[in-house]
């Protein structure tokens, strides 16, 4: 039985730090905040204030300064509303919504205007009806946001990656085998969430597996060691991942998770069976000498070693350890699975771009980097 071709196993064991003060602040910040919403949405609007308030100095992020001043303006209190629009635009210059804020600033500066005292007229006016507040913009029901991070939950980014298959990993499958080091580029795109990321990628990997003897476990070595040749051999695939997130810092944030996908391997794998040099035969201790476990008539140590494989082939007589013939191997499997492990970081710059690190296992263990935009 031939050996099998990219048997690739690897174990990811991912260890993800706690940061438990700032988590217990994000955990009674958000409390504040569910209670603010729920107050909102009643119409309580000076309870809603203060759950704002008490979620704002736990993490002063710009989002809960609009939301109190929308509602001390639903409150009437008219002078709070006013300073708490123009704490959110000085903190966040590029707001989304900074038309419509500048034009509550002008109603509340409106309404603070005619409520002051003014001089006696000769004949009093009849008293102004006072204008019903005007509709309410919703607060923003979700985790406040850094002023750079995305408007939208999507995202479009690439990566490239280092693979590795090391002898070590195939030692279980295989007593002698080569080893692949590589690269592979990616496009991703995320859906993201509060707490993770849909992350759909496709990626495409230059499988540079190295030339040379392979034998599985519990195979002869004499009759069963192959000379195997990995010509133009690649993986186009795609994957889902579910990418859990959490917040180490303002601007950086720990990942980890994983998914599953499926891929097309192109490229030919070619085989010839070994016998053995000078009426040895090939065995465990000789199967990676190429001098010395090698087909007959073929010297895989020299220049011409192409030229000496080529004449062996010969698609009529099956190929043997003592009739060699050089042949393209049905065994390399047309489609393959892919599993996906990661753990990682991703640092938020300014602009609404991030940049990521990480290590994994992506049918090959893998180091890379990556930068996504957030729409």
Known sequence: ???????????????????????????????????????????????????????????????????????????????????????????????????????????????????????????????????????????????????????????????????????????????????????????EFVYRRPKYDVVTSLDFSWLDVHDGNYLAVNHPPDTDTQFTQFKNLSFISADVSIIGHSDVTRWLELRYGGGLGLGIVLGDVLLTHDSGDMGVPCTVGTAGNLAACHPIGVDLTSPQREQQLKATENGATKDTSGDPHRHITSDKPPVMGVVNLLVGARFKLPKKWTAQVEVGFRDAIFVGAGVHYLF
Not at 31 to 47: L, V
Not at 69 to 83: E, N, P, V, Y
Not at 84 to 104: D, F, S
């Open 1 to 187: 039985m031939t050996p099998r071709i990219l048997v690739l196993v690897a174990v990811l064991v991912a260890a993800g730090a706690v940061h438990a003060k700032p988590a217990a602040k994000r955990a009674d910040a958000q409390r504040h905040y569910d209670a603010a919403i729920a107050h909102y949405k009643a119409g309580e609007y000076d309870p809603a204030v203060e759950e704002f308030e008490a979620g704002y100095a736990l993490r002063p992020e710009p989002q809960y300064l609009f939301n109190l001043g929308q509602a001390s303006r639903l409150g009437h209190h008219s002078d709070k509303a006013l300073d708490y629009y123009k704490q959110y635009l000085a903190a966040l210059p590029e707001a989304p919504n900074r038309a419509a804020v500048e034009q509550r600033i002008a109603e509340v500066q409106k309404e603070l205007e005619a409520a002051r005292p003014k001089p006696e007229p000769v004949v009093a006016p009849p008293p102004e009806r006072t204008p019903a507040p005007a509709a309410a913009s919703a607060p923003v029901e979700k985790r406040p946001l850094a002023s750079d991070e995305p408007s939208t939950p999507y995202q479009l980014g690439a990566r490239i990656r280092g693979i590795f298959v090391t002898q070590a990993m195939l030692s279980p499958f295989l007593v002698q085998s080569t080893s692949l080091e590589s690269v592979s580029v990616g496009i």
